[in-house]
């Protein structure tokens, strides 16, 4: 088999964690026979600084083509965030139906959680975050800035399509899981799209009749995240509420930088993308000093995306023993005091 697969490095860490783990993804493919083109871009911000844009006018045409996206990640001192957001991340999940953004939340063996009593494999849950609409919707306005009388208006839109795709997503893992369906939302303050979400729940729900679900507004359900994360498997979220609690089940397994991430396109009509939980941390870019599991585990998901099912686990688990050895570099994000590439470069020796 052979794939090709676009790269988009980005900004800050997103750049560190890609270069220190693309060659190891792609030689590990190659040992299990599968060939893997990568193509890199330098879309982000410091092409929006020199040419305005982060990403060309054209660059959905140049994505549809692959069959993958990694993405580092964006975000950028100079620039605004709303900016670097709105402008590259935003128009791939929406423009390639990327409904699906899954992410696991798993604590390792060998992992602290900052949570007392909490040790490898108690942490096990997925949460499947809308992708492409809510609370994302680029809906809105601002009249009279600057006036007294000044107006903003941000709207959140859910279409059935949009949460038809990630309530069915969540209900077919949880099958495939435990059989336990966590719904977050806030349908007790916003009646129109929580209400209709939790609709679409239930209409779903009736085609499966063997998974339980549980249902938990937004606020009690973070303080849950936090108080009882052991009893959580599958969790489905409208994309505002799935982003707030991916980091909460980052850094109750140790820590953002180890969370992954995907954008999946249900229809596999456009390819999908898969990039760490975390951003482009200003506090340590440039320190070489990024944890780069999220992003190892991103590609992990990728291969189990792509159906090479050897590839995904050969590289979760390798992450796993590494993670496990207490011996092995880690960063310091998780107790230790090894570099990116210290890290890459072990897991290389272990797996190659
Ligand atoms: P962040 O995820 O970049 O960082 C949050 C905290 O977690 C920081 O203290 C950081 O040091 C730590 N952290 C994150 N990843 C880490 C890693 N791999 N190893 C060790 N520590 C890690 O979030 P932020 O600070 O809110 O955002 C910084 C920029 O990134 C902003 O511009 C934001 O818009 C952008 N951002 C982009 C994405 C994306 O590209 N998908 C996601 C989130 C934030
Ligand atoms: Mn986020």
Redesign the pocket.
């Known amino acids: 088999m052979s794939y090709d697969i676009a790269v988009i490095p980005?900004?800050?860490?997103?750049n560190e964690?890609v270069d220190a783990t693309e060659s190891l993804m792609v030689d590990l493919a190659a040992d299990y026979g599968v060939d893997i083109q990568t193509t890199e871009f330098d879309w982000g911000s410091e092409r929006y600084l020199e040419e305005g844009a982060l990403m060309p006018e054209d660059g959905l045409g140049t994505l549809e083509d692959f069959d993958s996206i990694l993405?580092?990640?964006?975000?950028?001192?100079e620039?605004p965030?709303h900016v670097?957001?709105r402008n590259?991340?935003l128009p791939i999940t929406k423009g390639f139906n990327q409904h699906i953004c899954k992410r696991p939340s798993y604590l390792f063996e060998g992992v602290e959680s900052p949570l007392r009593g909490y040790s490898g494999g108690d942490i096990d849950l997925v949460v499947y975050r809308q992708n492409t609409e809510g609370e994302y919707a680029d809906v809105g306005g601002r009249e009279h800035q600057g006036f007294q009388n000044e107006v903003a208006v941000q709207s959140a839109v859910y279409t059935r399509e949009g949460t038809e795709a990630i309530v069915r997503a969540a209900f077919e893992a949880a099958t495939e899981r435990s059989g336990k369906l966590t719904n977050i939302t806030k349908s007790n303050a916003q009646a129109y799209g929580m209400v209709f979400w939790d609709e679409v729940v239930e209409e779903i729900g009736e085609e499966y009749p063997d998974v339980t679900v549980e249902r938990l507004l937004v606020d009690a359900g973070s303080m849950d995240f936090v108080r009882r994360p052991d009893e959580f498997d599958v969790v489905v979220a409208s994309n505002l509420f799935g982003d707030i609690l991916t980091?909460i089940g980052g850094i109750i397994s140790g820590?953002?930088?180890?969370a992954p991430?995907t954008n999946i396109n249900p229809s596999g009509e456009y390819p999908s993308m898969f990039?760490?939980?975390?951003?482009?941390?200003?506090?340590?870019m440039g320190e070489g000093?990024?944890?780069?599991?999220?992003?190892l585990l991103s590609m992990s998901l990728m291969f189990e995306h792509l159906e090479e099912e050897d590839i995904a686990e050969a590289l979760w688990n390798g992450v796993g023993d590494q993670l496990a050895d207490p011996e092995a570099p880690r960063?310091?994000?998780i107790g230790g005091n090894a570099t990116t590439l210290d890290v890459a470069g072990d897991l290389e020796s272990r797996l190659l």
């Open positions: 980005g900004d800050g860490i997103g964690v993405l580092g990640a964006v975000g950028h001192p620039v965030d670097t957001l590259l991340r980091d820590s953002l930088g180890i991430s990039e760490p939980v975390h951003g482009s941390a200003f506090d340590i000093i990024a944890n780069p599991v999220g992003m960063t310091p994000d």
